[in-house]
């Protein structure tokens, strides 16, 4: 009998980077109706197909849960998916608010989250989240926040979560990566790349966080920047 490794005949059967995203997507990140009506809305609504991946999803809900979430803040909804995820995180009795500056797109979140049965702990505030974002401290401590919309807006974003969110609570912010585009030391005059690379830089230097952007799109070339809040700030 022959028990050692058939290297050769494991790597016949190894998987592309698109099929084990398929795989664990199939097995951990299934979408419940709420989640595909979300994602059908959205399309009928003619938004664009910007939504985090299923298993981006999953991994926001197990954050949720790792954090024991009472209280949960998304910036940028678009349909309501990335936000039912989080949602399902929550524990009973928990609320989340979501940040939409497009008032169309605010409507489609509205009635997914009623479809996914999410909308007595869901809520979306319509406006520019920079706007909306002073108004919150009243709301704060956040266990969770989620960083999903304009990319030049993501240093300041970053402070505002910092601001708002509690100690042990976990900053995520989707897009961080880019193909490595987001991960280089300048942007050479790209608004949209230098928020994400200075976000990456002000979350990695950070002395409050421990961080890490993490490749988990189809074909790993982009992904989430997560965050936890490990020490207060100086002062507190
Ligand atoms: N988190 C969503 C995708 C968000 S796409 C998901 O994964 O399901 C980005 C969203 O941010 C868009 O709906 C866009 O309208 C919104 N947005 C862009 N700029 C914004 C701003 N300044 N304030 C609030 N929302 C903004
Ligand atoms: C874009 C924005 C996103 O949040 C995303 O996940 C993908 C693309 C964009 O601005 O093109
Ligand atoms: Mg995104």
């Known amino acids: 009998m022959n028990n050692h490794l058939d290297v050769a005949a494991l790597q016949q059967q190894a998987k592309t980077q698109q ?8 097995i951990f990140a299934i979408e419940d109706d709420g989640l595909q ?21 999953k991994l926001l809900q197990l954050l949720a849960v790792a954090c024991n979430a009472h209280k949960i803040l998304e910036i940028g909804s678009l349909a309501g998916y990335s936000g039912i995820w989080l949602a ?12 939409e500056i497009n008032p ?10 009623a479809r996914a049965g999410v909308a007595d702990r869901a809520e979306v505030r319509v406006g520019k989240a920079l706007d909306l974002l002073p108004l919150l401290a009243e709301e704060s401590p956040f266990d969770l926040v989620f960083i999903d919309a ?17 100690l042990g609570g976990i900053i995520v ?14 942007a ?3 608004a949209y790349m ?7 830089k002000r979350v990695s230097s950070n002395p409050r966080l421990v961080s890490l952007a993490l490749a988990m799109d189809e074909n790993y070339t982009d992904g989430f920047t997560i965050a936890v809040v490990q020490s207060e700030a100086k002062g507190d």
């Not at 169309?104 to 989250?113: G, I, L, R």
């Not at 912010?173 to 300048?186: H, P, Q, V």
């Not at 230098?194 to 990456?200: D, F, H, R, W």
Request: proline share 4%; hydrophobic share 35%; with cysteine.
């Open 19 to 26: 099929e084990i995203e398929t795989a664990i997507t199939r």
């Open 150 to 166: 304009d990319k030049p807006s993501y240093p300041q974003y970053l402070e505002w979560a910092l601001q708002l969110t509690r």
């Open 194 to 200: 230098a928020g994400l690379i200075e976000y990456n």
């Open 173 to 186: 912010a989707d897009n961080c990566i880019r193909s490595g585009l987001a991960l280089r030391e300048k």
């Open 37 to 57: 009506h979300a994602l059908a809305a959205a399309k009928n609504a003619g938004l664009p197909e910007i939504q985090i991946s299923p298993i981006q999803g």
């Open 104 to 113: 169309k797109h605010a409507e489609v979140v509205q009635d997914s989250f």
């Open 188 to 190: 050479d005059d790209d």
């Open 88 to 99: 399902h995180g929550l524990r009973s009795g928990g609320r989340m608010i979501t940040l």
